[in-house]
């Protein structure tokens, strides 16, 4: 393992000086700036730093020696994952379920383990793939190392204030947008405030903006915002309680969509389809981003250490298999591409 020190990364700030790690959620109403890693599966990890910093963003960073593109395998290949669009869509005839998340996890084994600083990583993506939510979290000792290029606002919390902006409808262009994707958004929508209305304030939920489209490099997105004011005695624990795992990576009904998710899915989300990012206890105020475009380091697999990263699509009755493959290949090509270049990194520079 690398000996890079505890770092987090987020919103021009650079965090240092770990202080501690909890995987209690009350800290984040407690003191302090913490970074926050929410694996899918519910393992939560929250680390308080002692120096928050604004980032200059030409300090030293590790180096990152990426994969090779081919050495990329995925927990589900072109054939199951089309057979489980289908599955999804049985399941959608039988009246079980109105829209489902169906995932799959790329892993490449990591060429040069001691050169492969996920903080270094998330500098290439922000050159090659800039995104509002990008960060980084590094807790080796932790098992934690993530690098984000999220797009999608899982919660933003200004005091009592609190906002969601699900993605849900991609394309390479606005005009590739179905009325299967609008339709989509919607229904998240609806589940979303459903979520966000058990621990907000009675009638406090609202939509501002529905079904927006927002460019990114290589393709667009629908995007909704859906925000409201927390009830009285209601913190961070609640908040998670009520809205995790994020509404738009889940489906809908949700309980019977992770149902399904479970049942046709072969490998652990992690922090894909997570949420990651901050808080500022002491200003109550946070940031976390759904762990969508997100890599993470496994160093505790059994071939060796492995680079992860996922990629999936929300399955309706409207959706063809082969369609949701490719959805799913387009949100994937152009972060494996950076991913898996091999960079140094030396005092801010790259060659």
């Known amino acids: 393992m690398p000996d890079l020190p505890p770092l987090a990364r987020f919103g021009g700030l650079i965090a240092s000086d770990l202080r501690d790690v909890t995987s209690d959620p009350a800290a984040l109403d407690s003191a302090g700036w913490w970074a926050v890693v929410a694996d899918f599966e519910g393992r939560l990890v929250c680390a308080r730093f002692g120096d928050v910093r604004e980032d200059p963003g030409n300090g030293p960073r590790g180096a990152w020696r990426g994969p090779a593109r081919e050495a990329w395998t995925s927990s589900l290949d072109r054939a199951a994952y089309t057979a489980g669009v289908r599955r999804i869509r049985e399941h959608i005839a039988a009246g079980e379920v109105y829209q489902a998340n169906l995932c799959r996890i790329l892993s490449a084994p990591l060429p040069d383990p001691e050169r492969a600083d996920v903080d270094a990583l998330t500098a290439l993506l922000a050159r090659g793939n800039p995104a509002p939510y990008a960060g980084t979290v590094r807790l080796p000792a932790h098992g934690v190392e993530v690098a984000t290029a999220s797009p999608e606002l899982y919660l933003r919390r200004t005091g009592r204030t609190v906002e969601s902006g699900p993605i849900k409808g991609t394309g390479r262009t606005a005009e590739d947008l179905l009325e299967k994707d609008h339709a989509e958004n919607v229904m998240i929508v609806d589940l979303v405030r459903n979520d966000m209305g058990r621990v907000c304030a009675t009638g406090s939920v609202t939509v501002p903006a529905l079904c927006a489209v927002e460019p990114h490099p290589g393709l667009v997105h629908l995007v909704s915002t859906v925000r409201g004011e927390l009830a009285e005695g209601a913190g961070w624990p609640e908040l998670l309680v009520g ?72 399955i309706t009755w409207g959706s063809d298999p082969g369609r949701e493959w490719d959805e799913t290949e387009l949100k994937a090509a152009r972060l494996l591409a950076v991913a898996s270049e091999t960079y140094e990194t030396t005092g801010g520079t790259t060659r």
Do not use: H, M, N
């Open 243 to 314: 809205t995790f795992p994020p509404g738009s990576v889940t489906g809908a009904p949700k309980r019977s969509a992770l149902d399904i998710i479970e049942s046709l899915e072969t490998a652990p989300r992690g922090p894909y389809c997570g949420g990651v990012g901050w808080v500022d206890a002491d200003r109550r105020t946070g940031e976390l981003a759904v762990g969508i475009r997100t890599f993470w380091v496994d160093r505790q697999a059994a071939a060796g250490p492995v680079l992860r990263f996922g990629t999936g699509a929300g």
